[in-house]
């Protein structure tokens, strides 16, 4: 089965630092790979996706992501973090079954930006 | 409304009551799904819809059940609820297989 994994609870930065929050996956086959923003009290957003092509895929509200196949890791990453990003980030996979798919989310990852 | 919506936002229920969580989405997504969140866990897939008329089994499907009577609506049921189902639950739709998922605002559960 697919897995994502995110060793980090927490991303502690300042403001108007660069940030990146940590994914690494286990897939077998080519990975299909999201990235998702939940903001206190609210549903999981949509940030950005990996299916095919260059390895640096640019997403909403200026992230991006660096897929890095050799080291199959998918970090998130921004030039320059504001405090409204403070929030929790979720990566997932796609996982295929017998007739379904879904997405396997990893555990999450609080990001606090300080200003 | 535009997107999935999700009711109730909260509640608050005795343990061994019946209760059923309601999902209604506008955008004519085909899959459906119902996951739930908890602390230090993520998010676990309790059941899917491929299409209207057809579901499936997650990771987490025991002590709930889903119909999916047409494309738009996607309840979930907690036949008796238990202490252990106090949790975050998330609805969620897709267009199709290379897209991301549209997540509504989240039901919290608490089986007291």
């Known amino acids: 089965a697919q897995s994502v994994a995110q060793p980090e609870d927490q991303v502690n930065v300042a403001e108007g630092n660069p940030l990146t929050v940590k994914c690494t996956y286990s897939v077998s086959g080519n990975p299909y790979l999201f990235w998702y923003v939940q903001y206190p009290n609210r549903g999981l957003q949509f940030l950005l996706k990996?299916?095919?092509?260059?390895?640096l895929v640019k997403g909403s509200y200026g992230f991006e992501a660096e897929f890095n196949k050799s080291q199959t890791s998918f970090h998130l990453k921004k030039p320059s973090a504001l405090v409204s990003d403070s929030a929790l980030y979720f990566c997932?996979?796609?996982?295929?079954?017998?007739?379904?798919?879904?997405?396997?989310f990893g555990t999450g990852t609080r990001l606090l930006v300080s200003p | 409304i535009a997107g999935i919506t999700q009711a109730p936002t909260s509640q608050i229920l005795a343990a061994g009551r019946r209760m059923t969580l309601r999902c209604t989405q506008d955008?004519?997504?085909?899959?459906m799904y119902w996951y739930r969140q908890d602390l230090g866990l993520g998010l676990r897939l309790i059941h899917y819809s491929n299409t209207a008329g057809t579901t499936g089994k997650g990771e987490v499907p025991d002590g709930y059940s889903v119909s999916r009577a047409n494309t738009d609506d996607f309840p979930l049921t907690l036949a008796s609820a238990v202490p252990s189902q106090t949790s975050v639950y998330f609805c969620a739709s897709r267009p199709g297989i290379n897209y991301g998922y549209t997540f509504g605002s989240g039901t919290r559960l608490t089986v007291v």
């Open positions: 955008m004519r997504h085909n899959a």
């Open positions: 990996y299916i095919t092509g260059d390895n």
């Open positions: 997932a996979v796609r996982d295929e079954g017998t007739g379904f798919q879904k997405l396997v």
